[in-house]
């Protein structure tokens, strides 16, 4: 403790009175450690270090009708003798000293220097001098203000407390100060800057220009005189601070944007900046001190869990916009971008709102405020007044001027305050534990893809995430995929999203939309079609220059022949396909198309105009549906496999009872669904109608006509024709091939005895039309027959007569005669009576030469054959044992037989090609008997 000063004076002369005392105390380092209890439970008072206390006390007579006045000043210094003034152009970082309260991340107040003084000069006017740091909030949100020296000017004391303000001079709420650095941070973002509003000049001409402005507020105002110092403040040496999660975004920015600055802010704007600080600080204090003692602890943690919102909107209004605004170019989160960055609220829509009124639909010029002595005029009066003072070099800033409105200039006029609810919210939002971080608008003209910008506004928020949207109807997006030599035409429905975020080790940007498109990659042969009705396609642009849309569509080939419906997924590295088509032949047969296919496929589209795209479905052939069914889609037309596999089939309404067994694969051709043709090929078998063929086959179409065939081995009714071919179509059944038969009309042998006879040969091609019950309903036959002799014991055929067949008709009827024959005859033995023919026979002779015996002989191994023969004996046959004698000698004699007359060895007979029972048949008439039926 130092007192280094007491004094006491007494005038007798003039009867006056005068005492001074200044002191200072110094406390032990260790002392304010202890009593500062911050660190403990959470909230505490930090005493100063050095403390210095002046009082003066003065009693002096002036003459004449002014009465004794007493002088009184009290002075209270805390500030360390090394403490550093405030310095212009610096950054405000607060050097606590003095007297402190500290609630870490609420508030912090240091104290450093008070004075008061009852009167000003020899005016009533009580004033307060004070200077300290204030710091509210942390460094994502909060202010920070130094003040170096502070002048209050309370009001005039005429009648006792509380004094009289008089507006603008003497009036709390305007103070003066030579300079007071303040720091707004608002999502990490940092507004640094100098403020100025130095007491006038003593001047008596200030009083009268002071008196004549509150009688008339629109009194012209010299921009240099005295009392334009007392209607605005002066900000200069402004710069702004960026995040490091922004700068990672925005790398290009710097950590630190100075602005070349020199404005005027009206009085108004400070006075409510003043208010919002002060009412957060009145906000803390109060909930403290308002606790019972017991209560104190938990009524600190209360507000460090709940701190109070501050007003930061009501201090950054008081700054020009250009302050506000940050110009940055380069890139945003990988995407080529110029970004301006609007330091206001993001979670304030209100306030952004009235930027854009401002812009949009800007107020009448405001009502000179009423000012009077004894009154003070509100903040927001004095905030739009506009006095009568000419313009000088010096920037104003006036808040109801449209020009200062933040979303003024290119980069947002596409937007209006109906966009504000499309900017996509924070991913906390909605999460009660997760709260929402601080945030600033952006503005961005976005490089979306290529050389294709767009502008953008939105949110960007302190941990590095932002969210923007495009105005609406912004028209296309050209995308080009790898290979595809057509750009991808992307027409955006409603609006453009950007999103994104700084993580570890980078960022990462995308632009999204739903939205629709037609591309044609190919005229008259494909067609992509994104989004069906109702049905947008989502797409997504990366900042890497990547994309992808996803979503329904349909895919269009050959004219629209083929419409394929499902999802697409395109990249710019490819474009799938996963969907399905129908299509079917507009010609029909009883109804039903000739030829249906639906496949479910999957493919590409790329590289150029080709494409691919194959799966499983169905195949129908005149209402008949085949299995196993796949097939692809390709730029060279359709490919399908299948397999027949029925026990009837069907043509037009009537159902056919057959047997169709046939793999197949081939192609169709979709272009066209009025004339179409088809081609698949394979190998099976058809049973119809008594014909069973087993070969090659398959399925043909052309010029409105169908037919399902076999070529191959036929054979029909149990009879084995050369080659055959069966078709089932749309003109019926055909059934045809080629077939051979040789027939004896004569006898050949009688009684044992070998004759010549007549041998029938038939040789034909012939193809036959039927209709779905089996009935002929046309023919065509082509080949020959031929009759000849066959001599007996020779087998020589010696021709009689042949004809060459061509016969053919689209009737139903086949009954054609071949051949016809009314008697024949070998031998002429129908005159002939008493007949006898002379027959050889043979007698054995046993005697001479002797015979051959044969005899059983027993021996040591059992039973053996003996031979015997004159001299010769093998075995020991003898008389007794001969079983069997072989004569070596015949003796021959003639016996006339005779023969019953007449024996009839003519016949007369007719042969013709019959159709009976569904197949080919040859018909043989002799006389008046039955006829006989081959089948060919």
Same mark, same amino acid.
């Given at each position: 403790?130092? =007192?280094?000063?007491?004094?006491? !004076?007494y005038g007798f002369t003039r009867n006056s009175l005068s005492m001074s005392f200044r002191g200072a105390l ?37 003459? !004449? ?67 300290? /740091? ?18 209050? =000017? ?21 103070? #003066? ?75 290009? %920015? ?93 979670? @304030? ?12 639909? $800007? $107020? ?27 313009? &000088? ?12 409105? =933040? ?112 591309? *044609? ?32 569509g349909r895919i269009l080939l050959f004219n629209g022949a083929v419409r394929i419906e499902g999802s697409i ?8 396909? /996963? ?38 479905? *169905? ?34 309404? %009537? ?22 043709? %088809? ?20 399925? *043909?179409?052309?010029? &409105? ?11 029909? #009714? ?16 055909? =059934?045809?091939?080629? @077939? ?25 091609? @012939? ?72 027959? $050889? ?6 005697? &001479? ?8 002989? /027993? ?49 007369s007979f007719k042969v013709a090609l019959v159709w009976r029972s569904h197949h080919l048949q040859l018909k ?8 006989? #039926?081959?089948?060919?």
């Amino acid at each position: 403790m130092d =007192l280094s000063r007491l004094t006491l !004076g007494y005038g007798f002369t003039r009867n006056s009175l005068s005492m001074s005392f200044r002191g200072a105390l110094r406390l032990p380092e260790q002392l304010r450690e202890d009593l500062d209890t911050a660190d403990t439970i959470g909230a505490g008072v930090r005493l100063p270090r050095d403390t210095k206390l002046g009082f003066r006390f003065d009693i002096i007579p002036i003459p !004449g009708p002014i009465p004794v006045v007493p002088l009184f000043e009290f002075d209270l210094d805390m500030r360390s003798d090394i403490l550093p003034a405030v310095a212009t152009g610096g950054r405000c970082e607060p050097s606590w000293d003095g007297l402190e309260m500290n609630i870490p991340g609420v508030v912090r107040v240091g104290l450093k220097h008070l004075a008061f003084a009852p009167m000003f000069g020899i005016l009533p006017i009580p004033n307060i001098r004070f200077g300290g /740091d204030v710091e509210v909030g942390n460094d994502s949100a909060g202010i920070t203000v130094i003040v170096d020296e502070m002048f209050v =000017l309370a009001g005039l004391l005429v009648q006792g407390w509380p004094p009289i303000p008089i507006p603008l001079l003497a009036d709390p709420s305007t103070p #003066y100060f030579d300079n007071v650095c303040v720091n707004v941070r608002l999502a990490g973002f940092g507004i640094n800057v100098h403020l100025t509003r130095p007491f006038p000049k003593p001047s008596p001409m200030i009083l009268f220009e002071l008196i004549g402005l509150i009688n008339d507020p629109m009194m012209p105002i010299d921009p240099a005189g005295e009392l334009a110092g007392l209607m605005r403040a002066s900000i200069s040496d402004a710069f702004i601070t960026l995040p490091e999660s922004v700068r990672a975004i925005l790398p290009d %920015a710097l950590g630190e944007i100075r602005k070349p600055l020199n404005a005027e802010i009206n009085v108004g704007q400070l006075m409510t900046a003043v208010q919002a600080t002060a009412s957060t600080v009145g906000i803390v204090v109060d909930a403290i001190t308002s606790a019972e003692p017991a209560d104190v602890e938990r009524a600190i943690r209360q507000v460090m869990a709940d701190p109070p919102r501050i007003a930061l909107g009501d201090v950054l209004a008081m700054l020009p916009p250009e302050l506000r605004k940050t110009r940055v170019g380069g890139s945003l989160a990988g995407f080529d971008a110029r970004v301006v960055v609007l330091l206001i609220e993001a979670g @304030a829509p209100e306030r952004l709102a009235a930027e854009f009124s401002l812009r949009d639909d $800007p $107020p009448a010029p405001a009502a000179p405020p009423a000012m009077q002595l004894g009154q003070q005029p509100s903040a927001s009066e004095l905030a739009r007044y506009r006095p009568a003072m000419p313009a &000088d070099r010096t920037r104003r800033f006036d808040l109801d001027d449209p020009a200062n409105s =933040l979303f003024s200039g290119i980069e947002f006029a596409a937007f209006a305050a109906a966009d504000i609810a499309a900017i996509p919210a924070h991913r906390n939002s909605g999460d009660p534990l997760r709260p929402v971080p601080a945030g600033v608008v952006i503005g961005a003209r976005v490089s979306v893809f290529g050389r294709q910008r767009f502008r953008f506004m939105g949110y960007l928020f302190e941990d590095g995430s932002f969210g923007l949207v495009s105005a609406v109807d912004v028209g296309h997006i050209r995308l080009s995929v790898a290979g595809i030599g057509v750009e991808l035409p992307f027409s955006v429905s409603g609006r453009l999203t950007l999103a994104g975020r700084h993580r570890r080790g980078g960022f990462y940007g995308f632009v999204s939309a739903d939205g629709s498109g037609t591309w *044609t990659i190919a005229p008259g042969v494909l067609r992509v079609e994104l989004g069906l009705a109702g049905k947008p396609v989502h797409a997504e642009i990366h900042s890497a220059g990547t994309f992808a849309l996803r979503g329904a569509g349909r895919i269009l080939l050959f004219n629209g022949a083929v419409r394929i419906e499902g999802s697409i997924d395109i990249s710019d590295t490819h474009c799938f396909v /996963d969907g399905r088509f129908n299509w079917n032949t507009t010609s029909q047969v009883a109804g039903r198309p000739i030829l249906a296919l639906g496949l479910a496929v999957r493919g590409r589209v790329g590289p150029s105009s080709t494409f691919e795209l194959g799966g499983a479905g *169905t195949l129908t052939v005149l209402g008949n549906e085949l299995l196993d069914v796949r097939g692809v889609v390709s730029h060279r037309g359709a490919s399908v496999r299948a397999r027949i596999d029925t026990k009837e089939w069907r043509i037009g309404g %009537a159902r056919i009872p057959c047997s169709v067994d046939m793999a197949i694969a081939g192609e169709i051709n979709l272009a066209k669904r009025h004339k179409p043709t %088809a081609f698949l090929e394979g190998a099976g078998s058809i049973s119809v109608y008594g014909a069973q063929i087993v070969g090659r086959g398959g399925v *043909t179409m052309g010029n &409105d006509s169908f037919m399902t065939y076999v070529d191959g081995s036929l054979r029909w #009714y149990d009879r084995q024709w050369l080659r055959g071919r069966v078709e089932l179509g749309t003109a019926g059944i055909t =059934l045809s091939g080629h @077939a051979s038969l040789g027939l004896a009309l004569t006898p050949s042998n009688l009684a044992g005895i070998e004759l010549a006879n007549l041998f029938f040969k038939l040789d034909v091609g @012939a193809t036959f039309r039927l209709d779905p019950a089996g009935g002929l309903v046309g023919f065509t036959i082509d080949g020959s027959w031929s009759l000849g002799a066959s001599a007996p014991g020779t087998g020589q055929i010696f021709p009689l007569a042949a004809q060459r067949i061509e016969i053919g008709t689209d009737t139903g009827q086949l009954d054609k005669e071949l051949i016809s024959i009314g008697g024949f005859s070998l031998l002429p033995l129908r005159q002939m009576s008493g007949l006898t023919v002379p027959i $050889p026979q043979f007698t054995p002779n046993y005697d &001479d030469p002797p015979p051959v015996e044969i005899a059983v002989v /027993d021996s040591v191994i059992g039973p053996i054959l003996g031979f015997r023969w004159d001299a010769w004996n093998i075995g020991g046959v003898t008389d007794d044992n001969v079983r069997a004698k072989i004569p070596l000698g015949f003796s021959e004699s003639t016996a006339d037989v005779e023969i019953a007359l007449p024996l009839d060895l003519s016949s007369s007979f007719k042969v013709a090609l019959v159709w009976r029972s569904h197949h080919l048949q040859l018909k043989i008439s002799r006389g008046n008997t039955q006829p006989q #039926y081959h089948s060919l």
